[in-house]
């Protein structure tokens, strides 16, 4: 049974907004989910659904303007941070909170050494000697399995490949233990040899750390390895949300369901593999999103209400929630 302590991020009815010249986009639309400690949330949904403005609002990253968080709230260990100043979230972020950015060769400041920048968290957060700084960022790349890490903390990330630049900012992440390390598709460049190395080693990690883990990703291979819970977002809003067991066994919102049609199944011969484009298009604009239910222009399954009535929440089995009229 889950208690009060476990739960180590709490987001409540969030809601990110942009003031554009043609209107506002509402990138993140009223989510709410909680995090334990150890767990590891995948959130998963097309391009363009506010997968990664979900995480720059945990981080207070939305560029203002045009970006503001306008409603909501995020509590770290019981405490609302978005009611700190900035400078209270400076001390926060890659100390509580640590990020992992799917692109590292635009995380990575190409003019500074690896070690410099593994080290720029550790002497910003920790009150040591400078020797005592250098040796925790070399004991951190030897963690994430950098080769040679003594000599690989004097190269620059062109010197490195994709795979290890990768790492890096892994190394970067967790280089202060956060409680909470969040991964936006850590994996995108990256093989499917090395891709297994990684998820390997933040498993390791993870395992070590106790640190609560949210994956952002499109890939539900990775979900089915990686993960505890699984968030299910589209068009903004969380349509469901429930264990791994329960979506991949008992999809229950449409889109989910469509989501998981899309996944080629290699004992399964057909002339034509399924996509989800079928169902009328692409995710609609948060510009003009549809009344009532987002899904409701591309749902097979549509009811008048659906394009009337935003659909409720309702708890379809112990921790398994869906949004959706059909229930």
Not at 1 to 20: A, C, E, G, K, Y
Not at 178 to 203: F, G, H, M, N, R
Not at 243 to 248: E, G, P, Q
Not at 298 to 309: I, Y
Request: charged share 20%.
């Amino acid at each position: 049974m889950t208690t009060q302590q476990d739960v180590v991020l709490r987001v409540n009815d969030l809601r990110t907004h942009f003031q554009t010249r043609w209107g506002t986009v509402k990138a993140v639309d009223g989510i709410s989910f909680d995090l334990r400690r150890g767990e590891t949330l995948g959130i998963v949904g097309e391009s363009g659904s506010g997968k990664s403005v979900t995480m720059l609002s945990l981080m207070r990253l939305i560029p203002i303007p045009p970006g503001r968080i306008v409603s909501g709230s995020i509590e770290l260990d019981g405490q609302d941070i978005l009611q700190l100043s900035e400078s209270e979230m400076n001390r926060i972020r890659g100390s509580k909170i640590g990020l992992i950015i799917q692109d590292p060769m635009t995380s990575l400041n190409p003019v500074f050494t690896i070690g410099n920048q593994v080290s720029e968290a550790i002497r910003i957060h920790q009150d040591i000697p400078k020797r005592s700084i250098m040796e925790q960022a070399l004991s951190v790349l030897r963690k994430v399995n950098i080769p040679a890490a003594e000599s690989r903390m004097r190269d620059y990330p062109h010197q490195m490949s994709g795979g290890m630049r990768q790492r890096v900012v892994g190394a970067i992440g967790i280089s202060c233990q956060p409680e909470v390390l969040i991964a936006d598709e850590p994996t995108t460049s990256l093989d499917v040899t090395i891709q297994a190395q990684y998820l390997a080693l933040l498993k390791d990690l993870q395992r070590d750390s106790n640190v609560a883990l949210i994956f952002i990703t499109h890939d539900f291979g990775i979900v089915a390895k990686m993960c505890d819970r699984v968030a299910v977002m589209y068009a903004g809003r969380i349509v469901e949300q429930g264990s791994v067991r329960d979506i991949f066994n008992n999809p229950s919102h449409p889109y989910t369901e469509a989501l998981l049609a899309s996944v080629p199944k290699m004992e399964d011969d057909v002339e034509r593999l399924y996509s989800i484009m079928i169902l009328a298009g692409e995710v609609p604009s948060p510009l003009n999103p549809p009344e009532g239910c987002h899904f409701h222009p591309r749902c097979p399954f549509v009811m008048d209400r659906c394009s009337l009535e935003d659909p409720q929440v309702k708890e379809v089995s112990p921790g398994h929630r869906v949004a959706c009229h059909l229930f």
